[in-house]
């Protein structure tokens, strides 16, 4: 079954960087869009970072466009979020997950989360 | 960006009722509108898609429907389960996703 493992979730100081790992099972990684999509304690969900099936084209969020990079590597089946310039308001769960098998544009499974805390 | 709002933002039920939600977008986005279902402590889970389609193994008391601008998420008969919160997704601005505020449905 699918299964999305994230991880690399820590505390860290305003303006540091942090790097999150996302370890895909049980589908055929390299065949799909896969997402970030992060929410803030008590808060609602927001989308992050998209990346296509093969890496080719990547797209992002206004709050974190020059901030972030996601990546992924297919022989790995990792996506990965380098996130730089770290602030408070990134503060949030974040959790990565699958395109859906009809549209990318939908999220059909998703990891459990990961927490990263911006705070001094 | 296409702005998304849901009503009612909490909902108080028993099991057993009959449970609407509705999601209203900015501007119209045909039927590129998902519905996903978050319990507490838990990652969201995707319940339909393009409106109206079921996602595989969600029960069939759940149901989708609207197009354009106006959208309803529909529990045809309340499970304990089902405590949680709603949140909808448009899907039509590639690549702005954005998602509603949630509605939150809890035990009457």
């Known amino acids: 079954q699918v299964q999305l493992v994230e991880s690399g979730g820590g505390v860290v100081q305003p303006g540091g960087s942090l790097r999150l790992s996302c370890a895909a099972s049980?589908?055929?990684?390299?065949?799909?869009?896969m997402h970030w999509v992060r929410q803030a304690p008590g808060k609602g969900l927001e989308w992050v970072s998209l990346?296509?099936?093969?890496?080719?084209?990547?797209y992002y969020a206004d709050s974190v466009k020059g901030r972030f990079t996601i990546s992924r590597d297919n022989s790995k089946n990792t996506l990965y979020l380098q996130m730089n310039s770290l602030r408070p308001e990134d503060t949030a769960v974040y959790y990565c997950?699958?395109?859906?098998?009809?549209?990318?544009?939908?999220?059909?499974?998703w990891g459990q989360g990961t927490l990263v805390t911006v705070s001094s | 960006d296409i702005q998304m709002t849901q009503s009612p933002s909490s909902v108080s039920a028993s099991v057993g009722d009959r449970v609407t939600i509705t999601c209203r977008a900015s501007?119209?986005?045909?039927?590129?509108l998902a519905w996903y279902q978050q319990r507490p402590g838990k990652a969201p889970k995707l319940l339909i898609y393009?409106?109206?389609s079921l996602q595989s193994g969600v029960p069939s008391r759940f149901s989708g429907s609207g197009s354009g601008t106006d959208f309803t998420l529909t529990i045809s008969s309340l499970q304990p389960e089902d405590f949680a919160t709603y949140y909808c997704?448009?899907?039509?601005?590639?690549?702005?996703?954005?998602f509603g505020p949630g509605t939150k449905v809890d035990i009457k």
């Open positions: 393009a409106a109206s």
């Open positions: 997704q448009q899907a039509n601005s590639f690549p702005l996703f954005t």
């Open positions: 990346t296509r099936y093969d890496g080719s084209n990547t």
């Open positions: 501007q119209g986005i045909n039927n590129w």
């Open positions: 997950a699958k395109g859906h098998d009809t549209s990318w544009y939908y999220f059909d499974y």
């Open positions: 049980g589908f055929t990684f390299s065949s799909y869009g």
